[in-house]
């Protein structure tokens, strides 16, 4: 469509409108983004370079003019419930239910925890790994700490004691890279005028990314579709890696949850991964009460220790002495 076409008359130039309208939910739409009509008027304007004027054609308001098109049969307006903070949202005639569902409802498949945490968080003293023959990733304290689980030991030994390449070290993704992706976000366009202003600002502060996070949760619509788009850059990043190291990262089923289930008394929970790789002879045995009792005490809080009941006689020595 020739968005600089001129026009002589409201009558021609509305219809003009209308088309550049539709071009614009449908290019919100493809790159994965929620038609508001803040994002939409934004759109206009940028295809119709500044061009587009809802007052040139005789409207006191954008919502005017959405409402003009949604009597032409041009678009559906989504209007938010009284009272909400929430801005309309435009679709076209004949989408999809599912693409018309509001952001917050249609989401990117998370990656699994283990994975995001290994490649995004930028913790230190970790070591990140993933284990060639399975693509399972792995993170632990680089160094032993004082009271941590035996099976956190046990596999910082075995990937320590492993051979080359059985175990490929995985650096977090770097914070340039991430202030790039976001560059790119804003520049993509579709955001409101003011929240593309706000974030713009925010990368060119001192500590862009934690200003740009602060900022960009002020925009609900914005701080969704940035959300996605992160989680879509990351997972290109991994496939990236992996192919360069030639090595497969599971990336495709979301991490369990990390709360533990509640189960009956006496039921023993699915061991976790870093315990299944643990050797035959460091697992606790069915059926031994001592090494039970070692392992739920391993997996303890510091409060739920405290309310640990022990009998004086247990923490004497043999010889009737206390233990220095």
Do not use: C
């Not at 006191?60 to 003019?65: A, L, T």
């Not at 979301?254 to 509640?262: D, F, H, I, Q, Y």
Request: hydrophobic share 40%; charged share 25%; aromatic share 6%.
């Amino acid at each position: 469509m020739n968005y600089q076409q001129p026009a002589e008359s409201h009558a021609e130039a509305e219809p003009l409108a209308f088309g550049v309208l539709v071009d614009a939910v449908t290019q919100l739409r493809e790159r994965r983004k929620v038609p508001t009509a803040a994002g939409v008027r934004s759109e206009m304007t940028r295809l119709t370079a500044s061009g587009f004027s809802h007052e040139a054609l005789g409207y006191e308001r954008f919502r005017d003019f959405l409402a003009a098109a949604e009597g032409s049969g041009r678009v559906l307006l989504t209007r938010p419930e009284p009272g909400s903070q929430a801005d309309i949202e435009v679709s076209l005639p004949g989408e999809q239910l599912a693409t018309r569902l509001p952001k917050s409802r249609v989401r990117e498949v998370p990656l699994p925890g283990e994975v995001w945490k290994a490649f995004v968080s930028w913790s230190p003293g970790l070591r990140r790994v993933v284990e060639r023959a399975t693509g399972q990733v792995f993170t632990f304290p680089a160094e032993g700490l004082a009271l941590e689980p035996h099976s956190i030991a046990s596999l910082r030994s075995r990937v320590e004691a492993s051979p080359p390449g059985e175990f490929v070290d995985i650096e977090p993704i770097d914070r340039q890279l991430h202030e790039q992706w976001a560059g790119e976000f804003i520049s993509e366009g579709g955001l409101s005028s003011e929240a593309a202003d706000v974030l713009r600002a925010a990368l060119g502060s001192d500590k862009p990314l934690g200003a740009f996070a602060s900022a960009i949760r002020g925009f609900e619509n914005e701080n969704e579709a940035w959300t996605a788009y992160r989680l879509r850059k990351v997972r290109q990043y991994i496939s990236q890696w992996s192919a360069a190291r030639e090595v497969r990262v599971s990336i495709d089923s979301p991490e369990p949850s990390a709360e533990r289930e509640r189960r009956p008394h006496g039921v023993m929970a699915r061991p976790s991964r870093e315990e299944r790789l643990l050797p035959a002879a460091d697992q606790p045995r069915a059926g031994d009460p001592r090494q039970i009792v070692i392992a739920a005490i391993e997996q303890m809080t510091l409060s739920e220790l405290l309310e640990l009941r022990i009998p004086a006689r247990i923490l004497l020595t043999r010889d009737g002495r206390r233990p220095v």
